[in-house]
């Protein structure tokens, strides 16, 4: 890809929304909020590339789950969820299984999100399925505090 669109409207990682969630009482993996940063909310069929790294390790897309509206997908799902639609003001909830969790103190947070805009095409002929690409990946250190 040559280039992307980028807007910064938002931070995309949340402040203050890193939790470890818990199963009968075992630490079974960790959570956090993100938030597009654009002008407008996407369908989730429009997401193209999605990844998410903490404290440098590149989280498995399996392990991996995607909440809005109430409801919860595999990131291998996206490219069929034509009817999810992303509001803009809506954080996304990001859940990673991971049996132990996150220790207590700072973790660099990174998500890679690549969207493609439906309504922006990148030629005039109707052969040609490239859209404009749109670049909302975002980096923060959050905080988890001890339990």
């Known amino acids: 890809m040559g280039f992307a669109m980028r807007i910064n409207f938002v931070d995309v990682i949340c402040d203050n929304s890193l939790k470890n969630t818990y199963v009968n009482g075992e630490k079974r993996g960790f959570l956090f909020d993100m938030r597009l940063s654009n002008y407008r909310g996407h369908y989730l069929s ?31 799902q ?3 969820l034509i ?30 999100l690549m969207l493609r ?15 404009m690409p749109l670049d909302s990946c975002g980096e923060k250190v959050l905080s988890i505090k001890e339990d």
């Open 46 to 76: 429009c997401i193209d590339e999605f990844k998410v790294t903490v404290d440098g390790e590149e989280i498995a897309d399996e392990k991996v789950t995607f909440g809005i509206n109430n409801k919860e997908f595999n990131v291998n």
């Open 83 to 112: 009817s999810e639609f992303w509001q803009l003001i809506e954080p996304a909830h990001i859940m990673v299984h991971k049996k132990s969790g996150l220790s207590a103190g700072n973790h660099d947070i990174k998500v890679h």
């Open 117 to 131: 805009v439906p309504y922006m095409p990148l030629s005039a002929s109707a052969e040609d399925s490239n859209y």
């Open 78 to 80: 996206f490219s069929n």
